[in-house]
């Protein structure tokens, strides 16, 4: 039976994206199998919807889902922060960015995203890209794995990790996600095994980050997204876990200051114009209900803001 994802705060999108997008363009930068951008289009029926994403697999999914709502959307198989930044179009009045990764990726993919299936160690998004989880996993100096399991993953036992897998890759390549699974089982303590979240949960976010550079687009995409919003649009990030939501806050707080201007810069040169007016000072979080019927809207957080109507 084929899983369809559900897309996290929907209602919520619509409440504070809706006003922009509704009469203009929205530009979904994560697309992946339309559930945000479906949504979009039903309700508001003047709209027009740019789609974007990498995966070529999900993506076939999105034209699907949407080919009812015909010459109104557009889809694009690119990084979204290479397309925002090339982007010559008119303005558009919504930008939306969900970080979260489909369930197609977990359960559809067979590229080992899931530490729970014994699938090929891949978690490239693109599939043409060199660097593959398993090149990380076999080749990374020790003490680079270990970095990039601490920094990407939060994980305490990093090195734990990290000399486990090198140990066993002396022995033989390690070309599974099971297999490096029950490795990461076996490295850490016995009290640590058995917690709320599985031992590998972090291990493999780390490593899924690391192939496919997630965090190195946010910031270069949100000031894009900022600079080709037309005056008075709005844009909304959706983030999973603190090492995103902390580079959306901060890029949004800095967008947002009169002065952008270096602190060794003696004299103002930016007009002392802010870019971005807040809308939350905290972000936006998943009520009960729908944490009770979408269990990964429960790390959700939504962080949003109109691009001030003064001229740069």
């Given at each position: 039976?084929?899983?369809?994802?559900?897309?996290?705060?929907?209602q919520e999108a619509?409440?504070?994206l809706?006003p922009?997008?509704?009469?203009?363009?929205?530009i979904?930068?994560?697309?992946g199998?339309g559930?945000?951008?479906?949504m979009?289009?039903?309700?508001f029926?003047t709209?027009?919807l740019?789609?974007?994403?990498?995966?070529?697999?999900?993506?076939q999914?999105?034209?699907?889902?949407?080919s009812v709502?015909?010459?109104r959307?557009?889809?694009?198989n690119?990084?979204?922060d290479?397309?925002?930044a090339?982007?010559d179009q008119?303005p558009?009045?919504?930008?939306?960015?969900d970080?979260?990764?489909?369930?197609?990726?977990y359960?559809?993919?067979?590229?080992?995203?899931?530490?729970r299936?014994?699938?090929?160690?891949?978690?490239?998004l693109d599939?043409?890209?060199?660097?593959?989880?398993?090149?990380i996993v076999?080749?990374?100096?020790?003490?680079?794995?270990a970095?990039v399991i601490?920094?990407?993953g939060?994980?305490?036992?990093?090195?734990r990790?990290?000399?486990a897998?090198?140990?066993?890759?002396?022995?033989?390549?390690?070309?599974s996600?099971k297999?490096?699974?029950e490795?990461?089982f076996?490295?850490v303590?016995?009290?640590?095994?058995?917690?709320?979240?599985?031992?590998?949960?972090r291990?493999?976010q780390?490593l899924?980050?690391?192939?496919?550079g997630?965090?190195?687009?946010i910031e270069?995409?949100?000031?894009?997204?900022?600079r080709?919003?037309?005056?008075?649009?709005?844009i909304g990030?959706i983030?999973f876990?603190?090492?995103e939501?902390?580079?959306?806050?901060q890029t949004?707080?800095?967008?947002?200051k009169?002065c952008?201007c270096?602190p060794e810069?003696l004299q103002c040169?930016?007009?002392?114009?802010?870019q971005l007016?807040l809308?939350?000072?905290?972000p936006v979080?998943?009520g009960?209900e729908?944490?009770?019927?979408?269990a990964?809207?429960?790390?959700?957080?939504f962080?949003?803001?109109?691009?001030?109507?003064?001229?740069?």
């Amino acid at each position: 039976m084929e899983i369809q994802h559900v897309p996290v705060m929907s209602q919520e999108a619509l409440d504070y994206l809706g006003p922009a997008a509704q009469h203009g363009l929205l530009i979904d930068c994560t697309c992946g199998e339309g559930g945000h951008s479906e949504m979009f289009l039903r309700h508001f029926p003047t709209m027009r919807l740019i789609g974007l994403d990498r995966d070529t697999s999900i993506q076939q999914k999105a034209a699907q889902r949407l080919s009812v709502f015909g010459e109104r959307v557009s889809l694009v198989n690119t990084w979204f922060d290479s397309y925002l930044a090339s982007y010559d179009q008119a303005p558009p009045t919504a930008i939306l960015f969900d970080f979260g990764i489909s369930i197609f990726h977990y359960e559809e993919s067979r590229r080992g995203f899931s530490f729970r299936k014994d699938e090929p160690l891949d978690m490239r998004l693109d599939d043409t890209g060199e660097l593959s989880a398993a090149d990380i996993v076999n080749e990374y100096p020790e003490e680079r794995l270990a970095n990039v399991i601490y920094q990407y993953g939060e994980e305490r036992y990093s090195r734990r990790i990290a000399s486990a897998i090198c140990t066993q890759r002396r022995l033989q390549w390690i070309d599974s996600s099971k297999e490096l699974s029950e490795i990461i089982f076996h490295a850490v303590p016995k009290n640590y095994r058995y917690g709320r979240i599985h031992p590998a949960t972090r291990t493999f976010q780390a490593l899924r980050i690391e192939v496919n550079g997630e965090l190195d687009r946010i910031e270069r995409a949100i000031e894009e997204a900022v600079r080709i919003l037309a005056p008075g649009g709005r844009i909304g990030v959706i983030s999973f876990h603190s090492l995103e939501d902390r580079i959306v806050k901060q890029t949004f707080r800095r967008l947002a200051k009169p002065c952008i201007c270096p602190p060794e810069q003696l004299q103002c040169t930016c007009d002392g114009i802010p870019q971005l007016q807040l809308l939350n000072k905290k972000p936006v979080t998943a009520g009960r209900e729908e944490v009770m019927m979408n269990a990964p809207s429960r790390s959700a957080k939504f962080r949003f803001a109109r691009k001030t109507d003064k001229e740069q």
